[in-house]
């Protein structure tokens, strides 16, 4: 494949930074990656493991003259980190980010955008439960989604050239609005996570069953609960505190239909709670055949490989 | 290994009895197996893939002569399906179950046990998403738990019998009070089943997000929920009417916390979710040194060989 930039910048080196790193090395998506991070361990590991061609100790010395600049930080720090850099993007950059939250990234960074630079806020839908710069690896987007949220009066060829980015790291590209974005994801990602958080949570202080039987006995449903609750608590906090009005009504409809099913089970309402298993059940089989998952034993989850 | 039982007699052929036999056959734990179905469909099944030695379509064939009777029906049936049989059970034989509530079965079935005829309860902590004949391999039980629960005066040599037999079948084998077991699954198995039920069930009733997006970007979080969500209802509405105060139990105060951490985001509280977060995390890696997981990409799942 053709390099698509010649100098990218990733900003925060996590996750999803390293993953792009390491994406961009095996399919020579750019000549240079720099990067950068806040604390000095996360830089020493860097370069430790030779995540990025150069780790900058200064976060202008990794933006400058960059063409693509990946923010890959918390979305509670986009605006701090955008005040940080904005005087030393080159003219005719492109700005990213990686947030799980677009409307309010957007209303963080499109104020601070200087004259000539483009922003095209993004979101790969991909992830694990393990954070920091030694959990990347270059297959994390592959056949995931990545959603671009161009902003308003942006070339397309900007946009496309982002989209070609994405798709050279592996992912399915799709455009799609801001608010939209934030409602799709408070459905299928945020107030499950939190759900998932308060379920663990509740297992933990519950006094008549101790922790080791909890832990001994986390046969498949509350297993797979503790995995996603083990997802870094930085970026969620993030998430919640600026996806608040989406995922609080879907938590709000959610405790609603939890409260009917509880009810039949109460009343002993039989038919009500099958029907209802029944229904999702066949979710379930629409999410396999729209490829997003395999019903096979493992998951379908291959190994990643780890650099 | 030594064969443990000489005829065993698998009542009800799902996963989990399709399962006991292929796990049967690969250590060679009993002479011969017998099953049996309700259904004439799952019979032509199981003989169509030679699931048992022999597939009877009289329940009283099957159990006539077996020196282990497994049930793998769903816990509502348990007591109607002891009547079935409880005049063709061999003297000496034991009884067993494998449903995921104790008290309430073995209320069924105590009061119908012929004078010499053993019971012993239990419980294998495993399963996957699928049901059926067809579902079951013989990995299955492989470093899974399996709690048993002996009834009053029963001879310690005929739960040693059963222990061995779990153990045959690759289960780590531990006894536990029917009553705590309830309460224990409630919080590992049975609320997060009936959350991950609620979930989906609104995901798909939410009319401003469709069903094609909610099923296309259902990114991790989701997906893990939609996969516990497809699980046999049958089985499960069963399961939370047998297990109804605990489970009730269980909701309430996940509920109430659930409230808490919702009011945390409505009131910008992000030090209260940080910290709920961050305790979450740590649980997780309890359970991964516990050995019930593991962290590797794959989530350790290894594909099981199928029949």
């Given at each position: 494949?053709?390099?698509?930039?010649?100098?990218?910048?990733?900003?925060?080196?996590?996750?999803?930074?390293?993953?792009?790193?390491?994406?961009?090395?095996?399919?020579?998506?750019?000549?240079?990656?720099?990067?950068?991070?806040?604390?000095?361990?996360?830089?020493?590991?860097?370069?430790?493991?030779?995540?990025?061609?150069?780790?900058?100790?200064?976060?202008?010395?990794?933006?400058?003259?960059?063409?693509?600049?990946?923010?890959?930080?918390?979305?509670?720090?986009?605006?701090?980190?955008?005040?940080?850099?904005?005087?030393?993007?080159?003219?005719?950059?492109?700005?990213?980010?990686?947030?799980?939250?677009?409307?309010?990234?957007?209303?963080?960074?499109?104020?601070?955008?200087?004259?000539?630079?483009?922003?095209?806020?993004?979101?790969?839908?991909?992830?694990?439960?393990?954070?920091?710069?030694?959990?990347?690896?270059?297959?994390?987007?592959?056949?995931?989604?990545?959603?671009?949220?161009?902003?308003?009066?942006?070339?397309?060829?900007?946009?496309?050239?982002?989209?070609?980015?994405?798709?050279?790291?592996?992912?399915?590209?799709?455009?799609?609005?801001?608010?939209?974005?934030?409602?799709?994801?408070?459905?299928?990602?945020?107030?499950?996570?939190?759900?998932?958080?308060?379920?663990?949570?509740?297992?933990?202080?519950?006094?008549?069953?101790?922790?080791?039987?909890?832990?001994?006995?986390?046969?498949?449903?509350?297993?797979?609960?503790?995995?996603?609750?083990?997802?870094?608590?930085?970026?969620?906090?993030?998430?919640?505190?600026?996806?608040?009005?989406?995922?609080?009504?879907?938590?709000?409809?959610?405790?609603e239909e939890l409260f009917a099913l509880q009810r039949?089970?109460?009343?002993?309402?039989?038919?009500?709670?099958?029907?209802?298993?029944?229904?999702?059940?066949?979710?379930?089989?629409?999410?396999i055949d729209a490829g997003q998952d395999t019903d096979?034993?493992?998951?379908?989850?291959?190994?990643?490989?780890?650099?």
């Amino acid at each position: 494949m053709a390099q698509i930039y010649d100098r990218v910048a990733l900003i925060g080196l996590g996750l999803i930074a390293s993953s792009i790193f390491w994406g961009i090395k095996r399919a020579d998506l750019a000549r240079e990656v720099r990067g950068f991070a806040r604390s000095e361990e996360t830089r020493a590991t860097a370069r430790d493991i030779g995540l990025c061609d150069v780790v900058c100790d200064d976060i202008n010395d990794a933006v400058k003259g960059a063409d693509l600049v990946v923010l890959c930080v918390p979305v509670g720090v986009m605006g701090t980190v955008m005040k940080d850099i904005r005087d030393s993007l080159k003219p005719g950059a492109t700005i990213t980010d990686v947030g799980s939250v677009k409307r309010d990234v957007i209303d963080q960074i499109a104020p601070l955008l200087p004259e000539g630079v483009n922003f095209v806020a993004g979101h790969p839908l991909a992830g694990t439960e393990h954070s920091g710069p030694r959990s990347g690896f270059a297959e994390l987007f592959d056949n995931r989604w990545c959603l671009l949220m161009p902003s308003e009066g942006t070339d397309p060829s900007v946009t496309a050239q982002l989209r070609a980015f994405w798709e050279g790291l592996g992912s399915n590209v799709e455009e799609m609005d801001a608010d939209h974005h934030d409602l799709v994801l408070a459905v299928t990602s945020h107030a499950p996570h939190l759900i998932a958080y308060t379920m663990v949570g509740v297992a933990d202080d519950l006094r008549r069953v101790t922790d080791s039987e909890v832990i001994k006995y986390s046969a498949a449903g509350f297993r797979d609960f503790t995995r996603i609750a083990a997802s870094d608590p930085t970026m969620w906090r993030d998430v919640f505190l600026s996806n608040k009005e989406a995922t609080l009504e879907i938590l709000g409809r959610f405790t609603e239909e939890l409260f009917a099913l509880q009810r039949a089970i109460r009343q002993g309402d039989g038919e009500h709670l099958h029907d209802y298993f029944t229904r999702t059940r066949a979710i379930r089989r629409s999410i396999i055949d729209a490829g997003q998952d395999t019903d096979a034993p493992n998951f379908g989850r291959v190994p990643g490989r780890k650099p």
